[in-house]
């Protein structure tokens, strides 16, 4: 099982990343996703969710507006479009999959929103 994220670097306040996060090893249809996020000192974070096989989405307050999650099953993949970016948003963007009692997680992309 593998969740691989790319699309992490530098960006200027205000500019846009698309993060991507490419499954394997698994039914990727079949499981939930999730982005989460973890910033210097803080907790990780639940940042944006999309049900399977690609119904609900759930953002939190934090980036709803700015952010938006989308999944292709035919690809294996998992996107988080993020717009407007803040330096708040600065953190190590992890993606996970879930289904029943099962959890994957990635290794992470760094997101870093700076002048």
């Known amino acids: 099982v593998q969740l691989v994220e790319s699309g992490g670097g530098l960006v200027q306040p205000g500019g846009s990343l698309r993060l991507s996060c490419a499954a394997s090893?698994?039914?990727?249809?079949?499981?939930?996703m999730r982005w989460y996020r973890q910033a210097p000192g803080k907790e990780r974070e639940l940042v944006a969710a999309?049900?399977?096989?690609?119904?609900?989405?759930q953002y939190a307050d934090s980036v709803k507006g700015r952010f938006t999650i989308s999944r292709d099953n035919a690809k294996n993949t998992m996107y988080l479009q993020m717009n407007s970016l803040k330096p708040e948003d600065t953190a190590v963007y992890y993606c996970?999959?879930?289904?029943?009692?099962?959890?994957?997680w990635g290794q992470g992309t760094q997101v870093t929103v700076s002048s």
């Open positions: 090893g698994f039914t990727f249809s079949t499981y939930n």
């Open positions: 996970n999959a879930y289904f029943a009692f099962i959890d994957y």
């Open positions: 999309i049900a399977s096989p690609g119904g609900s989405t």
